[in-house]
Every structure is written in C-alpha cells, then in structure tokens.
C-alpha cells in the first residue's frame, strides 16, 4: 500500500565523507537538505504529491540530524527548532493524509478476496474521496509557497547555530539516546499494542534510521545491514499507521462513509491487517534491535575512532570518555 519513503538527492549526499569533521558534515547535510526541499516545491510540478511527500521526508531528516546534535546546541534551540519545522510539515499534511487514505482504501478494494468484501471497501472508497478530498490546485500551490518562506526562514536560523563546533562525543551520546529510546518504545508497543505507542515508536525509529545513514560510512556494512532492516521495519509500521488514521476516520463519522454496517466491517478488515502486520514485523524488529544500547554505542565509537585515524590529520579529534569494545 505505502510507496517507498524517498528523500531527495543521493543517500551518499546525506553520509559523512572521508575527512570531514562530523560539524562540518552535519552543516554540509543541513545545508543539501534544504537546499532540495526548497528546489522541489518551487518549480510547478506534474506530482505534487510526490513532491509533498518528498519534502515531509526531508522534513524529518533534518529533525533527526537536529536530534543527533542537541548536546551541542543545546535542549533550549533543538526544541525551538524542531517544534518549528514539525509545525512546518504541518502545512503539508492535510494533503498528504487525503492521499495516503485513498490508498490505503484502492489497496485494500485490490487485495479484497470476496466480492462483498471488495463492495464494502469501495463504497467506502467512494465516499472518503469525496469528503476528503485532495485540494484544489491554487490552494496547494499557496501552500507550497508558504512552506518554502518557512524552510528558508528555518535555514536562516539553523546557520546561527553552532553546529560547526558538533564533535563526534556529543554526537555519540546523542546517537545512544535515540537508539535507547527506540528500543523502549518498540517494548512498549508489541507489549501494550495501541495504535498510539506504534506512532510513537516509529518517530523514533525514523530518527535512528536518518542518523545511522548519517553515519554509514564509518561502518559501511554494520550500518548498511541495520539501515536496510530498519527500512523494512518503518514501512510495515507505516502502513498500520496509516490503517490507524484511516480507522480514526471512519469511526469518527460512519454515517459519512457508507453507514454503520459498511464501515463496521471495513474496520474489520483493517483490524485484520494490522494485526497482521504487528505480528510480522516483531521479530525483525526484535532482531534489529537486539543490542543493548551502551554496547552499540561503545561498537559505534570504536568504528568512528578507527574512521578518523585512516581518514588522516584532517579529521575531527578522537572521542573521549568513552570505552571501545
């Protein structure tokens, strides 16, 4: 059901390169993200929707890089920062909803076996498109240019900061919260299973994937492997997320989409996938994040030891304080 997430430019654009200091190669990435975003929604395009989904990637990315360095900017800035650029991806998000629920809806009237099931979905369909709809032209048009004043003002403001100075120390602590937030809130929600604590898992899930991109090359083929699975991962939590907005939806209003009956049992086939899903994508994540999060932090700073020698004296300084394995 859910298209592949796709971040604007080559992945490699997004990594640290050999010699780089990793503040200069936080602001370097910064700077490219942005530069894209801004670039994708100026120009008229054929795929808006594409575009929109594109930039609220990109969107997320720069949070989480943000996340990686709030030791060095401090708690005050990142909060500042972040809530800014999610109320930015706010803009965009009406438009996205609207699509992704339509389909969610297209892929489950495909997949349905019997023809009352099919007829139920499509009714159901039917109904959504025409009280969701997407918006007109002229009102996405408004608000991609009010998205580009927000992403040029946020740019402005991140080269303020003193993201230069970043160092692989802080950087690694911030790295070794997330990876710990993550695995406590996959705990939390295949223990509790609310629709709430998968939403709330995949943010940081997503914010760990975007970092460990960052930091691929220090260890090409650990990091490759986890970003692949933690790839597969966020795309099955994607789909019950977007199975858990269309649900919210239909409960809300029934009478809207078809009647009682209709979205009753449409809302059964939802429950059936995602428990589907939920069931499917336990084990990869209890695999993928099997690690306790002090060791895979200790494996990460010994690699970016190892990376900043053989990169030569034009690398950042070793990382103190911490015991490599």
């Not at 023809?115 to 048009?141: S, Y």
């Not at 995949?202 to 650990?222: A, M, T």
Request: hydrophobic letters at 40%.
């Amino acid at each position: 059901m859910r298209r592949e997430n796709i971040a604007m430019g080559k992945d490699s654009n997004f990594s640290l390169r050999p010699g780089e200091p990793t503040g200069a190669g936080v602001g370097r990435v910064l700077d490219e993200l942005f530069r894209n975003a801004i670039s994708r929604l100026e120009p008229s395009s054929r795929d808006r929707e594409e575009d929109i989904h594109a930039v609220r990637t990109t969107i997320k990315r720069v949070r989480a890089i943000l996340r990686l360095i709030q030791p060095t900017i401090g708690k005050a800035s990142f909060r500042k920062q972040n809530q800014r650029l999610q109320e930015t991806a706010r803009l965009l998000a009406p438009m996205r909803d609207a699509a992704i629920g339509l389909q969610t809806l297209q892929g489950f009237a495909s997949a349905a076996g019997r023809k009352q099931k099919r007829n139920d979905v499509c009714i159901v369909h039917d109904h959504f498109a025409k009280r969701v709809p997407l918006p007109h032209l002229g009102t996405q048009e408004a608000v991609m240019r009010a998205t580009v004043r927000a992403l040029e003002a946020h740019w402005r403001q991140l080269r303020k900061l003193s993201i230069i100075s970043a160092d692989w120390h802080e950087m690694g602590m911030g790295l070794e919260k997330v990876y710990d937030a993550c695995r406590r809130r996959m705990k939390r929600a295949l223990s509790v299973g609310d629709d709430d604590s998968f939403h709330r898992w995949r943010i940081r899930l997503k914010n760990l994937y975007y970092e460990l991109q960052f930091l691929e090359p220090i260890f090409s083929r650990r990091l490759r492997s986890m970003t692949a699975r933690l790839k597969r991962l966020e795309a099955m939590i994607g789909d019950d997320h977007d199975i858990a907005v269309l649900k919210a939806s239909l409960q809300k209003t029934p009478e809207h989409f078809g009647g009682g009956p209709v979205v009753k049992r449409v809302l059964r086939q939802l429950k059936e996938r995602s428990d589907k899903l939920r069931r499917t994508m336990r084990p990869l994540a209890e695999t993928v994040l099997d690690e306790k999060p002090g060791r895979f932090a200790r494996q990460i700073d010994r690699r970016m030891i190892k990376w900043q020698k053989a990169a030569g004296p034009g690398a950042a300084a070793e990382p103190p304080g911490r015991e490599a394995v």
